[in-house]
């Protein structure tokens, strides 16, 4: 693992009552989904994390549960049972003003649907979330980050009119200028050739390195997931215990 990495380990190790070794930590995590007939199906069940700063990836086959348990994680979703932490602030706990202010302030998303707002510019969708939050952006940050991934021109354009491996670039600038803590990003390479796709995956590594950072990914690419500080695998509805990437 990294320096900053440890670095960040160090920091949040005893940050918070009950939270002893991570910033983003679940407990005894299940999830189900009830449909119209009442019949309940399990999507994963006595799931156990923690990520202590760097870059964690969680793998599986597809269907197995990658992506809810990632919302569960950051927020997105509430858990059938169990605890989840960030920062040290239990999630599971917060109604949904309180989830939202938190993840506003703290956590950044890149989604494999992007969530842009197609009518409206690039720059007004980078700029979006700092503006709810009322921040101003790093300028320079924000024109290196665009030149980085080739969408310096672009900023006045329709993101709708874009193509997916460039809104895929527009939603990874917008989390990156906004600097969250956490970062949580579903396949954030999955629109994107593979040249691209480790430009971005380069760029929230080095992100997660900073200190007090942590990059949360899910990715099927078991190449990608080999280059992360830690590697969770999930199978039949069960979270394996981490393994390392190429530390």
């Known amino acids: 693992m990294s320096d900053d990495a440890l670095r960040n380990n160090a920091r949040y190790g005893d940050m918070a009552d009950g939270m002893t070794d991570g910033m983003v930590m679940a407990e005894g995590l299940a999830k189900s989904f009830v449909s119209g007939d009442g019949t309940s199906t399990t999507v994963f069940s006595d799931v156990s994390f923690s990520a202590s700063g760097g870059m964690t990836a969680i793998t599986g086959p597809s269907g197995c549960g990658k992506s809810t348990l990632l919302y569960c994680l950051s927020g997105l979703e509430s858990p ?125 590594r080095g992100f997660s390195h900073r200190p007090g950072k942590c990059v949360i990914v899910v990715t099927h690419d078991p190449g990608l997931a080999q280059q992360c500080d830690a590697v969770y695998t999930m199978r039949d509805g069960k979270l394996a215990a981490p393994g390392r990437g190429e530390l």
Do not use: W
């Open 80 to 204: 059938s049972r169990g605890s989840v932490r960030v920062l040290g602030e239990r999630l599971d706990g917060k109604d949904q003003r309180g989830l939202a202010l938190f993840r506003r302030s703290h956590i950044g998303f890149v989604f494999q649907a992007y969530n842009l707002v197609p009518s409206m510019t690039v720059r007004d969708n980078i700029l979006l979330p700092l503006t709810l939050a009322r921040r101003k952006a790093d300028r320079e940050r924000l024109s290196a980050l665009m030149e980085k991934f080739r969408l310096s021109g672009h900023e006045g354009a329709i993101a709708g009119s874009l193509s997916g491996g460039e809104q895929q670039r527009v939603a990874l600038v917008r989390t990156l200028v906004a600097d969250p803590d956490v970062v949580f990003a579903d396949e954030p390479t999955g629109a994107l050739d593979r040249s691209t796709g480790q430009l971005v995956f380069d760029e929230l």
